[in-house]
């Protein structure tokens, strides 16, 4: 459904009337600064004809937009640009990352935003841009430069909640807190949600400053190279977050190695000092008439005290052995 549409010229809003005639107008004046901003939500295929019949969109990227779960990318139709980010949001009660998504159509004296996902409102940034005339008047290149900025932004905070998250695990791995496997996996897996959508951003942004994604001005070029250089500094941390946690993974499933190969050493240790006992009594459970031992008054001692010293004698050799 459409949340939003405004028309904005030299960074002002005012209302949108008919969307042909308002962009027959805008055309017309040949205003740069001048354009329509339209927002939508979760549209279905009937909503979003409605917008992309009088924008005349290419096919492709409508099927893109109706469709979702694209990966980051810019691509240019015929005129048109279409951009699809990945906003996340870090959920602190369980430390889990949401990904939603952002569509971006950019042309003549035109930009749309579909947004599926609760990740990233983009009410609060129109909000923001509406107090800032200097940024809207940039034009929808400028609103999509805040778009873009806004979600790099929440990448970085997702970044340092990973960092802490992770020192926290390190910490309970190396220091013998309690932390499980599955603990680890989790966090793994939240990175590499982390990195599928912070990584296939990096080329086009920086295409986008390098000029390589259509004519920019050369204060929306710098401002994306800011952006870029951000989200450079995003991955890196986030590729040495996964390897790191490759790591701890290993190091954690070796101490588990480790402890199991120690309680089993005890167990084998406590099973030979008991067969000790358990192979004489045997032996003279079997209720032979003739054996030396029935005969001598001192025998029934005599057996328990080999048995027992026996015992004793294993005891200590294993405890020198460290395997008790």
Known sequence: MIIDQAVYEHGVRRPCGDLSDELAALRSAGDPTAYVWIGLKNPTEAEFALVSD?????????EDAVNGRQRPKIEIYEGTTFVVLKPLRYIEATSDIETGE?????????????????ASPLADIRHRLEGDTEQLSLGPMGVFHAIADNVVDTYRVIDEEIAADLDAIETAVFGGAGVTSEAIYRLKREVLEFRRAAVPLSVPLQALHRGHQGPMEEEIRLLFRDVADHLHGVIDHVESYDRLLTDVLHAHL???SVQQNSDMRKISAWVAIAAVPTMIAGVYGMNFEHMPELSWRFGYAAVLGLMAGICLLMYRAFRRSRWL
């Open 102 to 118: 952002i569509m971006i159509f950019i042309g003549d004296h035109f930009i749309v935003t579909v947004r599926r996902g609760e």
């Open 254 to 256: 070796a101490q588990i």
């Open 54 to 62: 009088e924008l005349d969109l290419h096919a492709l990227a409508i």
